[in-house]
């Protein structure tokens, strides 16, 4: 599968933690997207970043892109019980013509 | 805040009905799209739109249908609805970019078939 493969699948942490979630692909991208999802509801988009770009910053979140291990990190720095939610990267593969996502990272944010 | 909406939220029906989920959108985006999510899951791609009259299958076979008649319009039907049919469905907009651009979308309808 070309799909994104992410991880954890669901992580807990604490108001105030640092949340690391990964996300990995087998082929050449065009850009990586991360998408939230709250419970029962649309995704909202967070982040896009280009093949050419390792890093994008946007407010508390932090993505990184390594393209020679086709990975991509997303960090949420002083989590809140807001960010309980679903994320989810999405690659545009190279001459895919589609976008393809993966298969989430269920967050929870204790206060 | 996106402007693409999705009716109806939630639908429960019987077996063997037909149903449209509505999805319109005010942005003026070309690409329209509809996915598939069960609870907890990836979402998987069943239809999408490169602009009017243009339409196309995704990944995941599905027995719905899909028209773009109109650029701001993209509803999905179901001829006769069966419990396998039983999901979330997303529908989704983008700008006609060079690859694919940030996708907008709505808050699902979420669809019982008893």
């Known amino acids: 599968s070309q799909q994104g493969e992410e991880d954890p699948q669901a992580l807990s942490i604490q108001e105030g933690e640092n949340a690391t979630m990964n996300c990995s692909y087998k082929t050449s991208i065009n850009n990586l997207q991360w998408y939230r999802q709250n419970s029962g509801r649309g995704l909202v988009h967070l982040i896009l970043i280009r093949s050419n770009e390792r890093e994008k910053h946007s407010g508390r979140l932090r993505v990184t892109l390594d393209t020679s291990k086709k990975s991509s990190s997303l960090l949420i720095t002083a989590s809140r019980a807001a960010d309980t939610a679903s994320y989810f990267c999405a690659t545009d593969f190279t001459g895919f013509q589609k976008l393809v996502f993966g298969t989430g990272t269920r967050l929870l944010v204790s206060p | 805040e996106a402007d693409i909406y999705q009716t109806p939220r939630y639908l429960v029906i019987g077996t063997g009905k037909k149903i449209t989920l509505e999805c319109s959108q005010t942005?003026?985006?070309?690409?329209m799209y509809w996915y598939q999510q069960d609870p907890g899951m990836e979402l998987h791609l069943i239809h999408y739109?490169?602009?009017?009259?243009?339409?196309e299958k995704g990944d995941l076979s599905s027995e719905s249908t899909v028209s773009r008649i109109r650029t701001e319009h993209f509803p999905l039907t179901l001829e006769s609805a069966r419990p396998s049919h039983t999901s979330q469905y997303l529908c989704a907009s983008s700008e006609l970019g060079q690859g694919f651009e940030k996708l907008f979308f709505g808050s699902g309808t979420q669809l019982s078939v008893l």
């Open positions: 942005m003026g985006h070309d690409k």
């Open positions: 739109s490169y602009g009017v009259n243009s339409t």
